[in-house]
């Protein structure tokens, strides 16, 4: 988890995340970690929302947050501020769950 500050409408926020090699994608471990994840920001930290970000083009990454329950919300679609001036531009879309939708209370 990372928590961020951007000049954004759902900032501050805490961010979950996962970055796996191509050998390990397909196999659930991305899902599998990420709910452990949400698991213990929601019950220990008591945290009310975490967000995710991917760029658009990420649909493996889109796919998982979906199957987390996060709900996506195109208005709130960025170029994220943090990607190297290289990187080609492309928007990231921030999914947004909170302990109610996806049943950690």
Not at 38 to 61: D, P
Not at 73 to 89: A, Y
């Amino acid at each position: 988890m990372e928590n961020w500050n951007l000049d954004r409408p759902f900032a501050p926020c805490v961010d979950v995340g996962w970055r796996l090699g191509a050998s390990c994608w397909g196999k659930g471990y991305a899902t599998e970690g990420a709910l452990e994840v949400l698991r213990y920001g929601f019950n220990t930290l008591q945290l009310q929302e975490i967000v995710s970000m991917a760029t658009l083009k990420n649909i493996r990454s889109h796919h998982v947050m979906e199957r987390l329950g996060m709900k996506t919300n195109t208005n709130e679609n960025f170029e994220h501020p943090k990607l190297p001036k290289e990187h080609p531009p492309e928007s990231t879309g921030p999914l947004s769950t909170d302990a109610h939708r996806v049943g950690f209370i």
